[in-house]
């Protein structure tokens, strides 16, 4: 159990520069926040409060503190880490969001892009949206018409498809728990009649 619990207190993130740094979390007495301990731009140790009680939220909180600590990150204002959970954020807020755990999960800024770059082609198509909890099924299915409208071709548009579901069911649902639904999920393109997503 130990082990386990030590587990859940270690994470690493991804610079903007490519560089990673792990952190820890901890307790100390008389402390009721988390503190993360990782190895600072200077090469030395450093210890911060992440003025967070949950385990969760400290890890999102400590990447963020890790993140201004080096200096390369800003957050798009307003984020604040209590605001997770709640359906209302808007599209800039949700991706930072979404940015913060995936460079805490370690990937890579490439694949972290493309993410991106594909949640920006289903703001393109519906502009007046505030946020990804507006994004319904049947939005979806309009989605996936319109890409293939304008040209796209049926494995672009899959592969479209299957990261909007990523996002919305393994990050913005499952990590960043800001979501109840997938949208996406069973939306799919044919190829021939015969694949399917």
Known sequence: MRGDQTRLRQGRCELEDGRRVKYLLKKRAGDPFYLVRFIGPSGKQKELSTKERDVRRAHHAAVRRIYLEFGNYEPAAPVEIPAIGKRSLGWNDA????????????????????????????????????????????????????RLAAGASQATVASNLMTLSSVYARWWRTACGMLEDDPFEGVKVDSNGADAL
């Open 95 to 146: 991706t930072t969001l979404l940015v913060l755990n995936m460079r805490m999960s370690g990937l890579q800024s490439s694949t972290i892009e493309s993410y991106i770059g594909t949640i920006r082609l289903l703001r393109k198509v519906f502009p007046g949206t505030h946020g990804p909890d507006e994004i319904t099924a049947e939005m979806a299915e309009i989605f996936r018409e319109r």
